[in-house]
């Protein structure tokens, strides 16, 4: 895979990267056309003070940059000699000249293709071959860099699958970072130093999931894949958006970048596709809003339905009993009236005064008073009926001896078993 055509135009004119990619696509993406159409419009000829000056302060700002690297080092070894300064190579003029400067500078991205497709291979055959060495444990790369780099402060590494990792970007709707490892790489320890500065821990904390993989793993490997990646340490920023990731970003050999600008391009995009996280943000809200209002609404109708149910059956209940008192009032006066017709048919005739008669008489409710000659023998049951067929009470009644007052309960003895053998007074009192 080539270089980024964007950047190489970047590096060769000095222009602004938005420039350069607008000068790319004017030339169907051609590189060679563009690198025309620059030294045609925008490259002229310059002095050797004017390149010498130029040359001075790339290498001053350089120098800044691996200074501000060697201050947050670890004094783990002792710091090499400084290499001697570059020499300042003259920029090509002709258009011969460029294709040459091209060709020569893609020699190196040339290599790393090619190593790492070797790795990708060579990592997949592994796992094909019987008796070969499959993929790697999976060792967190958090714990081989605190390991590898004991006295960085990195920042915090999100632990899990990618797949976890996705899922907690898309329900806590921040960005997805990207990070493979690669234990060949060059670079790591420079990488180290990035992820460790201020300006990238500040980054990771406020709105990113910093996830990471090693490439040797069967994750990492496929994670590579996906994204594309050929050169370590590799860096991605994703976005969460419908439901799924969306690559926004990615860098090739993250470790050539300076803190400051590593964290100005990863600001840059967060900041670009923030609207995307806030909408989504707002849009959540409302939904658990919404469902906290319908959960609500739904809580108010179950309590009037319940309320509505337990008053049916509370008006259920009483006009079943209602309707049961009425039947059974109904059945009473059905089954009084009976009695009376047939009382007033079968009840003998009132007997003549003699020995074995006396007379009873009951005193009824309301101070009414009934009274007949009865037979001593003629049972209890037979003075009851007497005082129904007066018809001058309503519901049960009892009847009681005065003195000493004892009820009649059974109906079945005779008045002589009770002691009426004279001329008694019965006292009726009538149940509620």
Known sequence: MA???????????????????QILQDNNNDVDRAASFILEHFLEPQSATQDTARDAEVAAAMQADEDGLRQRRPPTEPSAPPAPAATPQPQPQAPFDWLAFLTQGSLGMLRNVFGALWQFVGAFITTLIPGLRPFAEPVPVGQQLQERYPTLALPPI??????????????????????????????????????????????????????ATDIATREGFATAAQLRAFSYPFLALLLPDDGALKLIWSHQDASS????????????????????????RADR?????????????????????????????????????????Q??????????????????????AEPETGDDVVKI??????????SRRFKVTDTVGMLYDYVFLQDKIEGEFRLFKNQPKQE?????????????TTNTLLLCQVED
């Not at 089954?335 to 007033?344: G, T, V």
């Open 3 to 21: 270089e980024d055509p964007v950047q190489v135009l970047k590096d060769l004119s000095g222009l602004p990267e938005d420039r350069c990619r």
């Open 158 to 211: 999100r632990q899990g699958t990618f797949s976890e990792a996705a899922a907690a970007s898309r329900r806590e709707i921040k960005f997805l970072c990207v990070y493979i490892h690669s234990a060949a790489a060059s670079g790591n320890e420079n990488f180290a130093q990035l992820l460790a500065s201020p300006p990238i821990m500040q980054f990771f904390n406020d709105q990113t999931i910093l996830w």
């Open 257 to 280: 970048l300076t803190p400051s600008a590593l964290a100005a391009e990863l600001r840059s995009k967060a900041e670009q596709f923030e609207a995307v996280l806030i909408a989504q």
């Open 285 to 325: 809200a409302s939904v658990a809003s919404s469902q906290v209002l319908r959960q609500e609404q739904d809580a108010a109708f179950q309590q009037s339905l319940l309320e509505d149910q337990r008053k049916a059956e509370e008006r259920r209940r009483q006009e079943e009993s209602e309707q049961a008192a």
């Open 327 to 348: 039947q059974e009032a109904a059945n009473a006066v059905a089954q009084r009236e009976a009695r009376l017709a047939r009382l007033q048919v079968e009840f003998p």
């Open 361 to 370: 008489a009951v005193q009824l409710p309301h101070r009414q008073r009934v």
């Open 408 to 420: 009649l309960a059974n109906m079945a003895q005779s008045l002589a078993d009770y002691g009426l």
